[in-house]
Each structure stands twice: as structure tokens, then as C-alpha cells.
T-cell receptor, first 112, second 113 residues
Framework: AQSVTQLGSHVSVSEGALVLLRCNYS??????LFWYVQYPNQGLQLLLKYTSAATLVKGINGFEAEFKKSETSFHLTKPSAHMSDAAEYFC??????????FGQGTTLQVKP | DSGVTQTPKHLITATGQRVTLRCSPR?????VYWYQQSLDQGLQFLIQYYNGEERAKGNILERFSAQQFPDLHSELNLSSLELGDSALYFCASSGDLSGNTIYFGEGSWLTVV
């Protein structure tokens, strides 16, 4: 069975600091991995996805993530946080079926 | 704007009632997915339809049912509602079965009182 664990339900960073949101997955087959962002009172927006091509994936708004098979990780990073990055972030895994298994989410707080 | 339209945006109803949530996928997308987001369970996959046919089922209760119509819009029917059914229900769509790129609507907030 597939599963996703996001380490840290809340992460707080200062504006301009590095953002690191952690995601570990469990999958018996090569997974597809995704990061979604949810702003207050809005739907889920796809930030980036890994679908077995390049292991370093660049997404929107300056975010990127690296697929590390040996560590079963897909951590999300951004070099410099903006106030507008404050939101909830979800890591998800699928087996190329469209059925996404989501982590519990990480709320990112950005302090001025 | 993802192109996925959900109605209603907010709904308050009493226990024991039945409601229907509606979803219009992005133009041309054949796959429609329904997800539930609640404080207790997080984001959970409920069901997927592809071109009118059910393709995958997740943690969907027997009191819930869905369908996809010939014009590709979908409805999620929730019956015998309980307080615990209060949640944000998302519809999503993609162009194929792989789900490599899934677009989510803004959700329908259901409150059961």
C-alpha cells in the first residue's frame, strides 16, 4: 500500500529564509509524486510533480523538489520565502492511476 | 482558475438529509475525481469516473454515490447525512487515466447540523 508522511504539521520561517517541507513516501512500485498548495478558502493548486523523469523537479513560484529513491523522500524547497507563500502544502503519491494518496499537510507560516 | 467548477460553494443541511454536489470538469477532460477533506481524515480519495464509467473507488461510504453524465459533468450524492460528513468536497479532473496532472476545483463546503 502507498502512504505519505509529511514531517511537521506546522513550519514557521522568516521572510527571505529557506523553506524546507519534508515528505517521505512508501510505495511498492515506482511512484508518481506531487506537491500541492492550498491557500485559505481555495482549492488545491499543483506546485510540481515527479513522474520518473528528472529527479530534481522545478515548479511554480520558485519551488523545487528532489526525488531521492534511496531515502524515499520528496522534500519541497524554496531558497527565499515570501509572505505570499503562507499556505498549507500537501505531498501526494500515486501509481499513475490518478488516485492520489495525500499526506496530512504542512502549514507554512512566514514571519515578516 | 483551474477550470473545474463546483456548485454549491457552501451548503448547510440537517442530519438525515440528502444533498447533491455538482462538478463541471475542465473542457475536454474525461476523468473526474471526488475527494473529501476533513479535519479528522485529511484529504481522501472517494471515487473516479472516466468518460461516464466508474474507474476507481476509494473510501467512499455506501450512503454516498456518484455519477458522470454524457456531457462529462459529475454529481456526488450524499444521503442520510451525519454530523461527521461535514467536510470540504473537492472535484478534480484530468485529461486521461494516468492522472499525471489533476486540476482541482475550489470545493463545496458541506456543514451538517
Amino acid at each position: 500500500a502507498q502512504s505519505v508522511t509529511q514531517l511537521g504539521s506546522h513550519v514557521s520561517v522568516s521572510e527571505g529564509a529557506l523553506v524546507l517541507l519534508r515528505c517521505n513516501y512508501s510505495s511498492s512500485v515506482p511512484p508518481y509524486l506531487f506537491w500541492y498548495v492550498q491557500y485559505p478558502n481555495q482549492g488545491l493548486q499543483l506546485l510540481l510533480k515527479y513522474t520518473s523523469a528528472a529527479t530534481l523537479v522545478k515548479g511554480i513560484n520558485g519551488f523545487e523538489a528532489e526525488f531521492k529513491k534511496s531515502e524515499t523522500s520528496f522534500h519541497l524547497t524554496k531558497p527565499s520565502a515570501h509572505m505570499s507563500d503562507a499556505a498549507e502544502y500537501f505531498c501526494a503519491v500515486s501509481r499513475n492511476t490518478g488516485k492520489l494518496i495525500f499526506g496530512q499537510g504542512t502549514t507554512l507560516q512566514v514571519k515578516p | 482558475d483551474s477550470g473545474v467548477t463546483q456548485t454549491p460553494k457552501h451548503l448547510i443541511t440537517a442530519t438525515g438529509q440528502r444533498v447533491t454536489l455538482r462538478c463541471s470538469p475542465r473542457s475536454g477532460d474525461l476523468s473526474v475525481y471526488w475527494y473529501q477533506q476533513s479535519l479528522d481524515q485529511g484529504l481522501q480519495f472517494l471515487i473516479q469516473y472516466y468518460n461516464g464509467e466508474e474507474r476507481a473507488k476509494g473510501n467512499i461510504l455506501e450512503r454516498f454515490s456518484a455519477q458522470q453524465f454524457p456531457d462529462l459533468h459529475s454529481e456526488l450524492n450524499l444521503s442520510s447525512l451525519e454530523l461527521g460528513d461535514s467536510a470540504l468536497y473537492f472535484c478534480a479532473s484530468s485529461g486521461d487515466l494516468s492522472g499525471n496532472t489533476i486540476y482541482f476545483g475550489e470545493g463545496s463546503w458541506l456543514t451538517v447540523v
